[in-house]
């Protein structure tokens, strides 16, 4: 069973930056998707960032130019790294997995990951 595991999240103010880390345990090869997502309260789960099995990276606009997400194979975890957060990235951030996508050119949709964190909550002060 695939286990993930959120950690980084945290009170910070407007400019500063976080760095998430999803640990990926369970699965015993190294080409998988992880997709970052977030929600904030009353508002729908929306899609991050995602790396794909090939290592292909997709960052939704909203967040381009701020947000970028990698991996650490060595670690086999998947970190979100937020510069310049702004008061509206509060929201609860999930990652999720799939160990089906390979190439990703878009934001995959959260109905194509097969298993999800418990979340880290993101806090950002103006």
């Known amino acids: 069973e695939v286990q993930l595991v959120e950690s980084g999240g945290g009170l910070v103010e407007a400019g500063e930056s976080l760095r998430l880390s999803c640990a990926v345990s369970?699965?015993?090869?190294?080409?998988?998707?992880v997709g970052w997502f977030r929600q904030a309260p009353g508002k729908e789960r929306e899609g991050v960032a995602a790396?794909?099995?090939?290592?292909?990276?997709f960052v939704v606009a909203s967040v381009k130019g701020r947000f970028s997400v990698s991996r650490d194979n060595a670690k086999n975890s998947v970190y979100l790294e937020m510069n310049n957060l702004k008061p509206e990235d509060t929201a609860m951030y999930f990652c999720?997995?799939?160990?089906?996508?390979?190439?990703?050119?878009?934001?995959?949709?959260?109905?194509?990951?097969?298993?999800w964190g418990t979340g880290t909550q993101v806090t950002v002060s103006s």
């Open positions: 999720a997995f799939s160990g089906d996508i390979l190439n990703i050119r878009n934001m995959p949709s959260g109905s194509l990951f097969h298993s």
């Open positions: 369970g699965y015993p090869y190294r080409s998988y998707c």
């Open positions: 790396i794909g099995g090939d290592d292909s990276t």
